[in-house]
């Protein structure tokens, strides 16, 4: 294990020295000083989490740094000082904090300055950095007043110096070697750790110190071995993941699927390579030949004046290092030029994406922090792992439980319920090969679960590998039983952005199960899906993850009602819900009870009874891992199946409101709302809706938090009216003027202005992208900026676009100069450029006729679905009379609409109906003809899938 301590003069100009190093000594931590690195500049490394000390100044001077390995878990120490340090904690098998300092030579530093610094640093510690004192301790000719300050610290403190005389600073213009750059330690670090001084300036005047600790060993795994299927030989493994019935025939399900799993891991380790577990190295790709030659020349030049330190040998070096220096920069612009220049019209999605990411310098980081729990700090991974396991397992408890709701629980899961039965059930019979490829075919690739067994695999199977799959698949369904494994999942924790690390309970569980049960859970919850929607089970104002359904379909409500009410000239108030872990606290048997009432019989219930039986999960921290812990309720994270059962379980907390109160779902986004002429007839009525709501969610395990609860008055009435007081749990509900409902912002007059200085706010920082790829002489082309501004920009401004294009002329406009600069990046044409020309050149409407575009086509796609609760909305005749009366008014969606069929003369068109649901466990009698089933989307051009089809 090592640590290295680098005076860098300048992070960004080194990055490509700093990438050499960090590939020579795999440090697990770098110390750096005079960093430069301003407030609003952005630094990465990849694999590592930096942690700097930045300048305010406009002149970058001075600053440090920390980069410490995203696999080490480690967290920020917060230091109460003026002096130019940073410290973090890390777990190295043990707590070690590691501080960077540097001291600027003129700047006058008190003793007490040092000790109140070392005072704020956990033992044992380390001290990387600069601060410019000589003393004849760590090899210096001479001491100076600096130098007699760190004498002083050591003395005082009891600290070791790890320095041996070596030099560390070449001072250029006096042509001299100076040992400036000090590493400190507590006493008990010092057996163990080792100091060595790099003999490379890597182009500063520093040269690197590298401390190494002998209690470590820098070749462990950091994180899982994962397949390389780019560099695999399908055929051959295709040919050796032979699965037989026999081998499904013969054995018990637990037998069979242990036996489906071996064959296929077997064929996957001889046929595809294993990616090591080791960090990756930093990647140069824009270093070649000449970079090596000249680089190779600096170095020569080097060694010869260190051995000989003449000004000729000075001259040579400072003249190839220039040369270095200048190669190096030519080859970085013309390989950034290269590769910009790739992004063309032929090249997919999938690699576009890549390309785009890397140019922009995304590196997604999920860096181990530290955690602080009941008190204490947790560090290391197994403990982290272990802790934030049981934060988790916590949620779900059924301690969290009120004492009322838990005596019904026990009282209701007394009552055995019998899904047994005679009846010869379509939705219980066997599942067929057409349904298994069909649900194999939306896959996407994702991580593997326990078995280590991913889609790309399934995929790559023989027709008759995949018909025994599907044999296992039917026993388990006929024999109404359940495998042990599917019943475990690991859990990655990623920090919640914006979140404090240190807190368990701020990481998102990313659930990682088998995918061969992932399949069969997709097989399963089109059945349930279908058996809901065809006998309208599920409520018509939940909008979630149903087919033909999207968000927009409760902004319009939303949207509708208050446009109404403003004609009508009266109050609407909404109260928009938050529900306190509903995933992990939803009621298991309370599910199992409503699939019972929904007269749900056979294999169908039972198969979802075995699923939420006895869920047990790990959390891998890095290479560690937690001890099993149960989940005692809930639905289980990232499950497909999980997003049914928990709409099947709030359902019926829509059916709970008065009948002047309207409510509306998204999954678990609530919202409900009243109009009247009186703020208390409002306040009544919400009341009384609030009051059922908790009724209902006492007897059924959900708990709404009033907290996080808010409403909006929506009211555009002169004079003053009081703000409705609606409570909870004793607690009030706030009132604001604005409120983010699915992505969309309402402000109480619903003007929308908010929500378009939002979106321009947010577009004009996904300009950047366009700005960096866009160079006229060697960016990306025109064809394929476009693709990346319609799926940048262009997607942010549509989304919602139905809904806020309500607002007035005057407030949409603001979005305008964000269109008008993309298309300018993209068609490389000049600023002075009309407008009108740029939407010709690219082919591209304006925002407004857009905005028309995809109105309509939502508009048309109620219209054509006869099950959408918005489907044949028609206004009141006194409606309508009174919007022709007051045309200031903002119409409503539809009445925009009717008005826009009519202007394009399509009010008299048929508009074709939806077909009906087809059951999935019934063939298609259709046939056709697929000549794209042979090309992957991801990999494959546009241009290729737009030829096929004119080919037929």
């Given amino acids: 294990m090592a640590f290295v301590s680098w005076n860098c003069h300048g992070f960004r100009n080194k990055s490509s020295e700093l990438k050499d190093i960090i590939n020579s000594y795999k440090p697990a931590c770098i110390a750096l000083q005079e960093t430069y690195i301003r407030d609003n500049d952005t630094v990465k490394i990849r694999d590592y989490s930096i942690f700097n000390n930045t300048s305010s100044s406009t002149r970058a001077s001075g600053g440090v740094a920390l980069a410490v390995a995203n696999d080490i878990p480690s967290s920020c120490l917060h230091l109460n000082t003026n002096l130019q340090a940073f410290a973090v904690r890390m777990h190295i098998k043990s707590l070690i904090t590691i501080c960077s300092l540097y001291l600027p030579p003129h700047q006058t530093v008190h003793q007490t300055e040092l000790d109140n610094l070392i005072s704020q640093l956990p033992s044992p510690f380390l ?109 051959k493994f295709s040919s050796l993941a032979d699965i037989t019935s026999a081998i499904i025939d013969n054995r018990t399900v637990d037998e069979a699927l242990e036996n489906i799993i071996s064959i296929i891991k077997t064929a996957a380790d001889a046929s595809i390579p294993l990616a090591k577990g080791t960090r990756r190295r930093q990647y140069k790709p824009w270093w070649n030949d000449l970079c090596q030659q000249a680089y190779k020349a600096q170095q020569k030049a080097w060694n010869t004046f260190r051995r000989y330190p003449t000004t000729a040998n000075l001259i040579k070096f400072k003249k190839s290092k220039a040369d270095s220096r200048r190669i190096q920069r030519q080859s970085q612009r013309l390989s950034w030029q290269k590769y910009i220049s790739t992004i063309t019209s032929l090249t997919s999605s999938k690699e576009l994406w ?59 899961e007394k009552t055995k319920l019998n899904f047994n039965t005679q009846s010869d059930l379509p939705y219980n019979n066997s599942f067929t090969l057409l349904e298994f490829q069909s649900c194999l075919s939306t896959v996407h690739n994702s991580a593997p679960g326990p078995d280590n067994i991913g889609y790309t695999l399934i995929k790559h199977l023989t027709i008759e590998s995949q018909t025994n799959i599907l044999r296992l698949y039917n026993r388990i369904w006929q024999e109404q039983t359940f495998p042990t494994l599917w019943h475990q999942a690991i ?23 088998c995918c061969l049960w992932k399949l069969l859970e997709r097989l399963v919850n089109r059945r349930l899906v279908h058996y809901l929607e065809t006998n309208n089970i599920i409520h018509p104002h939940q909008s979630g993850f149903r087919k033909g359904r999207c968000t927009l379909d409760n902004l319009l409500s939303l949207e509708t009602d208050i446009r109404l009410a403003f004609l009508q000239k009266k109050h609407l ?13 939803t009621w298991r048997h309370g599910i199992l009870s409503d699939l019972y009432a929904f007269g749900l ?231 002075t450029s009309p407008t009108s020309s740029l939407y010709v050149d690219c082919y591209e409407p304006l925002l407004e006729i857009r ?102």
């Fill in 127 to 235: 001290i990387l950095g600069d601060p410019n004192g000589h003393s004849p301790l760590w090899g210096g000719t001479e001491t100076n007043s600096r130098g007699r300050q760190i004498e002083q610290l050591l003395a005082d403190h009891n600290i070791c110096l790890l320095n041996n005389n070596e030099k560390t600073h070449f001072h250029l213009p006096t042509q001299t070697f100076h040992s400036i750059d000090l590493a400190l330690c507590t006493p008990a670090l010092l057996p163990f750790l080792n100091l060595t001084v790099d003999d490379n300036l890597h182009n500063s005047d520093h040269f690197p110190l590298i401390i190494t600790d002998s209690r470590h060993n820098s070749a462990n795994h950091y994180y899982s071995p994962k397949y390389v299927y780019n560099a695999a030989d399908w055929q």
């Fill in 354 to 412: 890549q390309k785009v990411k890397k140019a922009c310098g995304n590196v997604p980081s999920h860096s181990i922090s530290t955690l602080t729990h009941n008190d204490q700090t947790i560090s290391s991974p197994k403990e982290i792992a272990d802790t934030i396991a049981s934060s988790l397992a916590e949620i779900s408890s059924s301690r969290n439980y009120p004492d009322h709701f838990l005596a019904h629980k026990l009282k209701e």
């Fill in 491 to 513: 859990i990655i924790p990623i920090l919640k952005p914006g979140k404090d690390g240190t807190n368990p309970l701020n990481y998102r569980p990313i659930a990682l199960t």
């Fill in 573 to 585: 108030v909404a109260i928009f819900f938050d529900i306190e872990k509903a995933y992990d606290r």
């Fill in 601 to 831: 019989r056979g294999n169908l219930p039972i198969f979802i009874r075995n699923f939420l039986r006895l869920r047990k999960f790990r959390v891998r921290v890095g290479f560690e891992f937690s001890d099993s812990y149960i989940q005692e309720e809930g639905v289980p994270q990232g499950s497909v199946l999980s997003v049914s059962l928990f709409i099947i379980k709030i359902n019926n907390i829509l059916h709970q409101l008065p009948s002047f109160v309207k409510g509306h779902l998204y999954v678990d986004d609530l919202y409900i709302s009243c109009t009247g002429n009186h703020i208390s007839f409002i306040e009544q009525q919400l009341q009384t809706a609030v009051q059922k709501i908790k009724h209902w969610s006492d007897f059924n395990g959900f708990n709404f938090s009033a907290s996080k609860s808010s409403g909006v008055h929506f009211c555009r009435k002169r004079g003053l009216h009081l703000d409705p007081e609606i409570e909870m749990d004793g607690r009030i509900f706030q009132i604001e003027n604005q409120v983010r409902f699915l992505g969309i912002l309402f402000d109480r007059k619903l003007t929308f202005l908010s929500h378009v200085k939002y979106l321009r706010k947010r577009c004009e920082r996904a300009l950047n992208i366009l700005k960096v790829l866009s160079n006229t002489s060697w960016g990306a082309d025109r064809l394929s900026l476009q693709r990346i501004y319609r799926a940048t920009i262009l997607s942010t401004l549509d989304y919602g676009s139905a809904i806020y294009g309500s607002a007035r002329k005057s407030v949409l406009k603001k979005l305008d100069p964000i269109h008008h600069s993309a298309l300018r990046l993209c068609s490389g044409a000049f600023r």
């Fill in 851 to 952: 905005r028309q575009m995809l109105s309509l086509h939502y508009y048309l796609r109620i219209s054509s679905n006869t099950r959408h609760p918005c489907h044949g909305f028609q206004l009141r005749p006194f409606l309508h009379r009174l919007q022709q009366a007051r045309p200031s008014s903002v119409p409503t969606f539809f009445t925009r609409m009717h008005n826009l069929m009519k202007d394009f003369n399509l009010h008299e068109v048929p508009i074709s109906l939806q077909p009906s649901f087809l059951p999935p466990w019934k063939d298609s009698e259709f046939k056709y003809l697929n000549p794209f089933g042979s090309f992957d989307k991801s990999n494959t051009s546009d241009t290729i899938f737009q030829q096929l089809f004119a080919d037929h």
